[in-house]
T-cell receptor
Framework: DSGVTQTPKHLITATGQRVTLRCSPR?????VYWYQQSLDQGLQFLIQ???????AKGNILERFSAQQFPDLHSELNLSSLELGDSALYFC????????????FGPGTRLLVL | AQSVTQLDSHVSVSEGTPVLLRCNYS??????LFWYVQHPNKGLQLLLK??????LVKGINGFEAEFKKSETSFHLTKPSAHMSDAAEYFC?????????????????FGTGTRLKVLA
């Protein structure tokens, strides 16, 4: 158990809908990362937050957005969902986002029908 | 440009034989290097990391990796494979990105190597 929690574990929704994925980092970690893992694209970095502020952006679509709240939990919002958004979404956390170890949550499996 | 290449997408070994998963990196900076393991339908778990201390790094479950700067490699090894080692393994390089602003670090993941262990 990494100490990173993600909810929900599974999510099934329809095209065009909007969903919110939630992540709670390890106690004491200030940095949160979001990743998308799919069969065709592999593991893709989406976005990083540090202490409430966006720190780095990866291959995140404009339909996706994220935020980190004062209590350091983070949410990833996916809107206008398409079939191709079906994937495993991971959250990871690290102490300070200074290149140190990231600890991964168990993931949220999203299925868009 | 920084990059990481896992040279084999699939590796099959027999139980009890050695494991070698290869990783090469390219980095203009002094990188930190990691190996993560992902079992089916699970999150990624840290196996070991290199952060410019000893070049031979020991990790969990009997895995180790050697940082070779001259070869820009960070191969993962284990003397004797166990059935429970069957999983996907990711090599990761982390470095400070001065172009993206101070204090910004980037993580680059390899494409993964799927290890199959035969009975």
């Amino acid at each position: 158990d990494s100490g990173v929690t993600q909810t929900p574990k599974h999510l099934i929704t329809a095209t065009g809908q909007r969903v919110t994925l939630r992540c709670s980092p390890r106690s004491g970690d200030l940095s949160v990362y979001w990743y998308q893992q799919s069969l065709d694209q592999g593991l893709q970095f989406l976005i990083q937050y540090y202490n409430g502020e966006e720190r780095a952006k990866g291959n995140i679509l404009e339909r996706f957005s994220a935020q980190q709240f004062p209590d350091l939990h983070s949410e990833l919002n996916l809107s206008s969902l398409e079939l191709g958004d079906s994937a495993l979404y991971f959250c990871a956390s690290s102490v300070a986002g200074q290149g140190e170890t990231q600890y991964f949550g168990p993931g949220t499996r999203l299925l868009v029908l | 440009a920084q990059s990481v290449t896992q040279l084999d997408s699939h590796v099959s070994v027999s139980e009890g034989t050695p494991v070698l998963l290869r990783c090469n990196y390219s980095s203009s900076y002094s990188p930190s290097l990691f190996w993560y393991v992902q079992h089916p339908n699970k999150g990624l778990q840290l196996l070991l990391k290199y952060t410019s201390a000893a070049t031979l790094v020991k990790g969990i479950n009997g895995f180790e990796a050697e940082f070779k700067k001259s070869e820009t490699s960070f191969h993962l090894t284990k003397p004797s494979a166990h059935m429970s080692d069957a999983a996907e393994y990711f090599c990761v390089v982390s470095y400070s990105s001065t172009t993206a602003g101070s204090g910004t670090y980037k993580y680059i993941f390899g494409t993964g190597t799927r290890l199959k262990v035969l009975a």
